[in-house]
């Protein structure tokens, strides 16, 4: 098991494609699963005392949110990757106490 550059914590290794030597296929060393237990276990306890505080319909609205707010700034970071020159505003920005 051959590791992948220079990785002294020994986490991944490659390994060819028995069939296509031209693949290689990266895999987790055995350090690198145990770390990550270690790590994201106990954050996947909290994270599921925190989940069972709030009702079906409660993380329903919160996940509605977060996916209108991730779209938001899918246009928002669309809008300013538009050459200034092209840009043709359509209405005014709101203001500070305004909801979009």
Request: no cysteine; net charge negative; proline share 10%.
């Amino acid at each position: 098991m051959p590791l992948i550059g220079p990785t002294p914590l020994e986490l991944w290794y490659r390994e060819r494609d028995s069939i296509d030597r031209r693949r290689i296929h990266l895999h987790y060393a055995p350090r690198a699963m145990a770390l990550a237990a270690e790590y994201f276990g106990p954050l996947a306890l909290l994270t599921a005392d925190v989940t069972d505080q709030f009702t079906d319909s409660e993380l329903d609205t919160i996940a509605r949110y977060r996916t209108l707010m991730a779209d938001a700034m899918h246009t928002h970071r669309t809008r300013m990757e538009t050459p200034v020159s092209s840009a043709t505003p359509t209405e005014d920005p709101p203001t500070s106490h305004q909801r979009p």
